[in-house]
């Protein structure tokens, strides 16, 4: 099975910070990647798809890079209501696999 | 809109069975696979299963495998999942999600969720 390992686990920032979360895959996948963000007490939403495929009606300020086994997710300046719990997710392979996700907090 | 409204969520006690469902509108279901995914308290999100558009594929997580059966109405558009032989490490928030593209590992949309809590 493909593992997923994101950093990091939590992270603090600004409002109008850069914000960059990274995910490796254990093996290539390619650009089978997603991103997701989750809300307090809401199901996951689907920001960015194939790596670096941005879902409609995201904002533009979600962005996200790479291929083979290193990704990176970006928040180009960060607001106050993209407080949230990041997810990577590869769809290369079965079984599906997520990292441990990235709990963002407001500083 | 897409909609994905699941259902069944109980407390149950360990060694019990229950049926989760989920029924889905706003797209035309019998061209996706249909995913479950939970996610246990305070923990992060684990695939569960799939089921293609039409029923005859399904895959497991090894954690649920020969437990867990996942199964689909296209004419109620709706998708169930079976589960048997409960354990304390199977509680969890239940998700049903829609895939990405038809026969998608990836997750487009997803419900709100279905609650199972696993205790004596």
């Known amino acids: 099975d493909i593992q997923m390992t994101q950093s990091p686990s939590s992270l603090s920032a600004s409002v109008g910070d850069r914000v960059t979360i990274t995910c490796q895959a254990s093996?290539?996948?390619?650009?089978?990647l997603n991103w997701y963000q989750q809300k307090p007490g809401k199901a996951p939403k689907l920001l960015i798809y194939?790596?670096?495929n941005l879902e409609t009606g995201v904002p533009s300020r979600f962005s996200g890079s790479g291929s083979g086994t290193d990704f990176t997710f970006t928040i180009s300046s960060l607001q106050p209501e993209d407080i949230a719990t990041y997810y990577c997710?590869?769809?290369?392979?079965?079984?599906?696999?997520f990292g441990q996700g990235t709990r963002l907090e407001i500083k | 809109e897409v909609q994905l409204v699941e259902s069944g969520g109980v407390v149950v006690q360990p060694g019990g069975s229950l049926r989760l469902s989920c029924a889905a509108s706003?797209?035309?279901?019998?061209?996706?696979?249909m995913h479950w995914v939970r996610q246990a308290p305070g923990k992060g999100l684990e695939w569960v299963s799939l089921?293609?558009?039409?029923?005859?594929?399904?895959y497991y997580a090894d954690s649920v495998k020969g437990r867990f059966t996942i199964s689909r109405d296209n004419s109620k558009n709706s998708l169930y999942l079976q589960m048997n032989s409960l354990r304390t490490e199977d509680t969890a928030l239940y998700y049903c999600a829609k895939a990405i593209v038809s026969g998608s590992y990836g997750f487009g949309y997803w419900g709100q969720g279905t609650l199972v809590t696993v205790s004596s």
């Open positions: 093996q290539d996948i390619s650009n089978y």
């Open positions: 706003g797209f035309t279901f019998d061209d996706y696979t």
């Open positions: 997710q590869q769809y290369d392979n079965l079984p599906p696999a």
């Open positions: 194939d790596a670096s």
């Open positions: 089921i293609s558009w039409d029923g005859g594929s399904t």
